[in-house]
């Protein structure tokens, strides 16, 4: 089972950016899925996550900004970023949980800069 990040990149304060996350290697559902970031120096954090049947759980500084959704049938997983800040500068890691396994991606950098 994999798992592959993609959508990151530079973008100016105040835009917005939406990552993606695809499994692949398996026809199952993940029971939850979500994104974590790691800023250079700082441990590792949950961004958000969201269960099979469309719970989600935040961070509590992101609410309002972040918005997580996925499509099962896919096992595919989107972080929808706006209103970016430099402090959201960071790699972003997708995260997913199949029975009692969990799997991380590969990493996103995401660079908020003018």
């Known amino acids: 089972v994999q798992l592959q990040a993609s959508g990151g990149g530079l973008v100016q304060p105040g835009e917005s950016l939406r990552l993606s996350c695809a499994a692949s290697?398996?026809?199952?559902?993940?029971?939850?899925m979500g994104w974590y970031r790691q800023a250079p120096g700082k441990q590792r954090e949950l961004v958000a996550d969201i269960s099979s049947g469309g719970s989600t759980n935040y961070a509590d500084s992101l609410k309002g900004r972040f918005t997580i959704s996925r499509t099962n049938a896919e096992n595919t997983v989107y972080l929808q970023m706006s209103s970016l800040k430099p402090e959201d500068t960071a790699g972003y890691y997708c995260w997913g949980r199949l029975g009692r396994a969990g799997y991380w991606g590969q990493g996103t950098l995401v660079t908020v800069s003018s």
């Open positions: 290697g398996t026809h199952f559902s993940f029971n939850a």
